[in-house]
Nanobody, 124 residues
């Protein structure tokens, strides 16, 4: 099983970026894929998740305005579109899988597989 996160980089404040998470070796039918992030000196933070079977998404209130998660079934890939980026969005972004019914409430230890992370740096 492999989750390959990519698409990070350096972007100016106000800019946009799309991250990808390519999943291989795993059947996603009963799973959800989530994005997390961990900024410098901060705890890891849940960004949102998408249920693979029907594309239903969930975001905490703090992430609803500027982050959008989508998927491409044919490519077994999940995306995180980020807009109006701010310096405080600087973080390593990770994708991870969880049993779909837990997509909104799961604790980190419930996530089975994690990607290696991709670094997003937002300059002011």
């Amino acid at each position: 099983v492999q989750l390959q996160a990519s698409g990070g980089g350096l972007v100016q404040a106000g800019g946009s970026l799309r991250l990808s998470c390519a999943v291989s070796g795993l059947t996603l039918d009963n799973l959800a894929v989530a994005w997390f992030r961990q900024g410098p000196g901060k705890e890891r933070e849940f960004v949102g998740s998408i249920r693979w079977s029907d594309g239903i998404t969930y975001y905490p209130d703090s992430m609803k305005d500027r982050f959008t998660i989508s998927r491409d079934n044919a490519k077994n890939t999940v995306y995180l579109q980020m807009t109006d980026l701010k310096p405080e969005d600087t973080a390593v972004y990770y994708c991870a899988t969880i049993w779909a019914p837990r997509m909104a409430f799961g604790t980190e230890d419930e996530y089975d597989y994690w990607g290696q992370g991709t670094l997003v740096t937002v300059s002011s």
